[in-house]
């Protein structure tokens, strides 16, 4: 399911790269990190049935404007929405990185894997 999920925002338009839990230094804007961030596990007492495991992804859009962070944010948000399995746990929040001077956007999903 992850795979699918990179793959769904890899598609969006002016998004140059996914990273994997952080963007390399000198990566070009706009570019989007995801991250796994906990999730409820195992939704099965018995832990033997197959198809139950809960995760959380955060997606955190970074650009040079806030306008463009913002509207990649909302494409990611409802491509990821047309997906089975995958729900917003939140909405999304504005982020500011100092070091690289861009402009983010940062939202968690869950999905059952």
Same mark, same amino acid.
């Given at each position: 399911?992850?795979?699918?999920?990179?793959?769904?925002?890899?598609?969006?338009?002016?998004?140059r790269?996914?990273?994997?839990?952080?963007?390399?230094?000198?990566?070009?804007?706009?570019?989007?990190?995801?991250?796994?961030?906990?999730?409820?596990?195992?939704?099965?007492?018995?832990?033997?049935?197959?198809? =139950?495991?809960?995760?959380?992804?955060?997606?955190?859009?970074?650009?040079?404007? $806030?306008?463009q962070? &913002?509207? #990649? +944010?909302?494409?990611?948000?409802?491509?990821?929405?047309?997906?089975?399995?995958?729900?917003?746990?939140?909405? =999304?929040?504005?982020?500011?990185d100092?070091?690289?001077?861009?402009?983010?956007? $940062?939202?968690?999903? &869950?999905? #059952? +894997?």
């Amino acid at each position: 399911m992850l795979k699918t999920i990179i793959e769904a925002i890899a598609a969006i338009p002016n998004v140059r790269a996914v990273y994997h839990d952080y963007a390399p230094e000198l990566s070009t804007p706009p570019y989007v990190v995801v991250q796994l961030v906990g999730g409820g596990g195992n939704q099965f007492i018995d832990t033997q049935t197959a198809g =139950g495991y809960e995760r959380r992804l955060q997606v955190a859009v970074w650009a040079n404007e $806030r306008a463009q962070a &913002m509207q #990649i +944010s909302g494409q990611i948000e409802q491509k990821l929405l047309e997906l089975p399995r995958v729900a917003a746990d939140s909405a =999304g929040t504005s982020d500011y990185d100092y070091e690289v001077n861009l402009r983010g956007m $940062r939202q968690d999903f &869950m999905f #059952i +894997s």
